[in-house]
Every structure is written in C-alpha cells, then in structure tokens.
Nanobody
Framework: QVQLVESGGGLVQAGGSLRLTCAAS???????MAWYRQAPGKQRELVAS???????DYGESAEGRFAVSRDNAKNALALQMDGLKPEDTATYYC????????????WGQGTQVTVSS
C-alpha cells in the first residue's frame, strides 16, 4: 500500500504562485504520477502528469502556467503553479498509477488552493 501526502496549498492572490509537493511512501519508479483538482460542484480533472522517464502532459487549464516535476530518488512529485487565477481554486490531489500489472491507483488526501481576486 502506497501513501501519498500532499503539502503546499494555501491562500494566494491572483497572479501569485504556489508550489505543491507530494511525498510517496514507496518507490514510484513503475508509476505515472499526476496532479488532479476538483472544485466544488465540478468533476475532478487532470492538471498534469509525468512519467518516470520525465514525459509530461498537461490539462488545458494548466498549459503554459504550471510545471510538473518528479524526483524519482526521493519518490516525490511537485507542481509549480504561476500566474494563478481565481478559477484555479480547488482541492488538488496527488495520484499515482502503476503502469505494470497489477494496475494499482493511489490518491492523496488533497490540499486546498484558494486564489483570491
């Protein structure tokens, strides 16, 4: 069982920056790691993902403003968010999906990001 623990959320003004981090309790070498977010009344959506080899993918809302990275040696995932907008307000979740069988998925407990206008 892998545990994912997010940190770094908070309250920031529009245009500001935040850096989220996710610490995994075990090796993530066989996992794609990702950030998702969910705003009240909305579906959870992909923010960004990164493979163990460093290939990244971004949701439309994050493209050009956010940067995802991972440190395989430290089993850590990060999300640098710049140019934050009020519509970025959401709970951000760390996610890990194992890419070899058995396919396993893990979620963190979430960290709140609030962007004021």
């Amino acid at each position: 069982q892998v545990q994912l623990v997010e940190s770094g959320g908070g309250l920031v003004q529009a245009g500001g920056s935040l850096r989220l981090t996710c610490a995994a309790s075990g090796s993530m070498s066989s996992f794609i790691m990702a950030w998702y977010r969910q705003a009240p009344g909305k579906q959870r959506e992909l923010v960004a993902s990164v493979t163990s080899g460093g290939r990244t993918d971004y949701g439309e809302s994050a493209e050009g403003r956010f940067a995802v990275s991972r440190d395989n040696a430290k089993n850590a995932l990060a999300l640098q968010m710049d140019g934050l907008k009020p519509e970025d307000t959401a709970t951000y979740y760390c996610h890990a999906r194992r890419v070899v069988t058995p396919i396993l998925r893990y979620w963190g407990q979430g960290t709140q990001v609030t962007v004021s206008s």
